[in-house]
């Protein structure tokens, strides 16, 4: 039999979690996240949308290309291609979010240009809501993050957190779960969520590679180091790490490409 006491101690214990899990969640997300007021004071400029293209990427009135900064939506098939699974939802939520918002806010980050020439954008709707915070609420975009523009990474991957753990839109496909490093295929590529244990460090010229099996290492090129502050990647040997990013061939090796510390996680024994 549980005494009172004990019952009083638990009902207690079971108030304080429940207190916790229900209202300081919310907190920390307001920590991460910009209001709706901040992110409207934020705005760099106002302009007018004259396509959607797909879910991240638009066209201005004025003839700018924007894409939009921090996350990446499933393709839209043209010219006969298939579209990626959830592109085309993608796509018809932003034309739904801006059917009658035609006025979109652009705030830029450090870079305001890709190599391509795109104008790089956090996009805000009228009444301050912003576009890539939907987008992955619903599962329809996952984060990513390119050096320097990371200003908002940290309430993004909050924010796709709670989507992935509902098994929202994309997060419900096997090629966004986290899979072992020794269980991806040599033929991977694209975007992919691995762990592993590092087993050795390695450099070249340019780069630092971290070895994650027979076939697959991580690679930070040296000109990224500045972005992985605090991190001595030598000292990862034997740490189990989870790491997201592109998985490409890399001089005949399979490697997935990370550029700043957001990327890799430390996983504590």
Request: glycine share 6%; proline share 2%.
């Amino acid at each position: 039999m549980i005494e009172k006491r004990h019952f009083r101690f638990l009902r207690c214990l079971f108030f304080v979690l429940f207190v916790t899990f229900f209202f300081i969640s919310p907190t920390l997300a307001n920590d991460v996240c910009l209001s709706s007021k901040q992110q409207l004071d934020e705005v760099d400029e106002w302009s007018t949308i004259a396509k959607v293209v797909d879910g991240d990427t638009l066209y201005l009135k004025d003839g700018r290309k924007i894409r939009l900064i921090g996350i990446n939506a499933p393709e839209i098939g043209y010219r006969g291609e298939s579209s990626q699974p959830y592109g085309r939802q993608a796509y018809d939520a932003v034309i739904q979010l801006v059917k009658h918002n035609k006025k979109i806010g652009l705030s830029f980050d450090k870079d305001k240009k890709d190599r391509y020439k795109r104008y790089l954008t956090y996009v805000t709707l009228s009444g301050g809501d912003s576009i890539e915070q939907i987008l992955l609420s619903k599962g329809l975009a996952h984060s990513i993050v390119i050096p320097p523009n990371d200003s908002r990474i940290d309430c993004y991957r909050y924010i796709e957190a709670i989507a992935r753990d509902k098994k929202l839109g994309v997060w419900s496909l096997s090629e966004y779960q986290w899979i072992s490093a020794k269980s991806l295929s040599s033929k991977a590529r694209g975007q992919r969520y691995i762990s592993g244990v590092v087993s050795a460090y390695r450099e070249s010229k340019k780069n630092i590679f971290l070895k994650l099996s027979s076939k697959l290492s991580i690679r930070i090129a040296k000109k990224d180091k500045k972005y992985f502050s605090g991190i001595n990647f030598k000292n990862l040997v034997g740490k189990t790490v989870r790491v997201r990013g592109w998985i490409n061939s890399y001089k005949g090796r399979q490697t997935v490409h990370i550029r700043m510390k957001h990327d890799l996680q430390i996983l504590v024994p």
